[in-house]
């Protein structure tokens, strides 16, 4: 499960941009600081964990299996 603190994610898409599997794509909804946050699709996720290396503001977490 992929878990994204939305209220703290400031839509630099850089989660959608250095996922290899294409887990993420651009919300149509805002968040309090007006950015569509970034939507994972868990069932394509291998865990990689890039995504949470590389956020800037540490707003994805993935849970193990």
């Known amino acids: 499960m992929i878990y994204i603190n939305e209220e703290l994610c400031k839509g630099c898409y850089i989660c959608i941009d250095i996922c290899p599997r294409d887990v ?9 600081k007006g950015v569509h946050v970034p939507i994972p699709d868990s069932t394509k ?10 956020c800037p503001d540490q707003v994805i977490s993935i849970e193990a299996d």
């Open 45 to 54: 996720c291998v865990k990689c964990q890039l995504c949470t290396l590389m």
């Open 24 to 32: 993420y794509t651009p919300s149509k909804k805002l968040n309090l």
